[in-house]
C-alpha cells in the first residue's frame, strides 16, 4: 500500500466515524446524549475545569478568525519559497474546511449545552474552535515531518503544538460551550479532510512527474 493510497483510507476511515457520530448526536441517542452531560459535567467541576481565566485566553487563541488567519499566512509563506503544491493545500483546506464546518453545523443543529461560562452562538457539534485549531495543527505537522523528518525540532514543534490543541479541546469543555462528541466530530473532520487533501496533492504530484519524465 502506497503512502497516497493509506491517506486516503485513513480519510474515509474519519469520514465514516464522523458520520456515524454525526448520525447519533442528530437522532439524540440516549446512551451518548447521558455520556455527553455526565461527561461534561465531570470535567467542569473538576479542578481543571475550575481555570476559567485560562480557558478564556486559550479559547481566543484557538478561534477560527485567529487559527485561519495563521493558515493563510503560512499558505503565503509557502508561495513565497516555491511550496506551490503545500500552498495551495493549505489555502483549500482553510478555506473549504470552514464551508464544510458550516454545512454539518447545519445538518445536524445541536443545541449547545446549558449554564455556559461564557455564553457562544449558533451550533455545538461539532466544534468550531477545536476543527479549525486541529486543522492548523495537522498541516503544521507535515509540514515539519516533510521538511525535517524525525528530528528533535520537528518533535519539539509537534509537542508544543499539541499541547495548545489540547488546550484549546479542554477550554472549550471548562467553558461548557460544547459537548465532549462536538469535540471528538471536529478532530475527525479535521484529520479527514486534511488527509483527504493530501492524498490529493500526492496524486497529483505523481501525475506531474510521470508527464515530465515522458
Known sequence: ?????????????????????????????????????????????????????????????????????????????????????????????IVTGDGLLLVIKTLVGRMRPLQQVVPDTGFSFPSGHVFSTALFVFIVWTLMMQWLGRSWLSWSVITMTAIVLLGVLFARLGLRDHYPSDVLGSLLLASGWWLQIVSVLERVTKRRQQQTQE
Not at 41 to 48: D, G, I, M, P, Q
Not at 69 to 77: E, K, M, N, S
Open 1 to 93: 500500500m502506497t503512502l497516497t493510497e493509506r491517506n486516503q483510507q485513513l480519510a474515509l476511515g474519519c469520514f465514516g466515524l464522523l458520520g456515524i457520530l454525526a448520525i447519533l448526536v442528530k437522532i439524540q441517542f440516549a446512551p451518548l446524549m447521558q455520556l455527553d452531560h455526565q461527561w461534561l459535567t465531570a470535567f467542569s467541576t473538576s479542578v481543571l475545569g475550575q481555570h476559567v481565566r485560562v480557558w478564556e485566553w486559550l479559547t481566543l487563541i484557538g478561534s477560527p478568525l485567529v487559527t485561519s488567519g495563521l493558515g493563510v499566512v503560512l499558505a503565503l509563506f509557502l508561495w513565497r519559497i516555491r511550496q506551490y503544491g503545500w500552498s495551495l493545500a493549505t489555502l483549500t483546506a
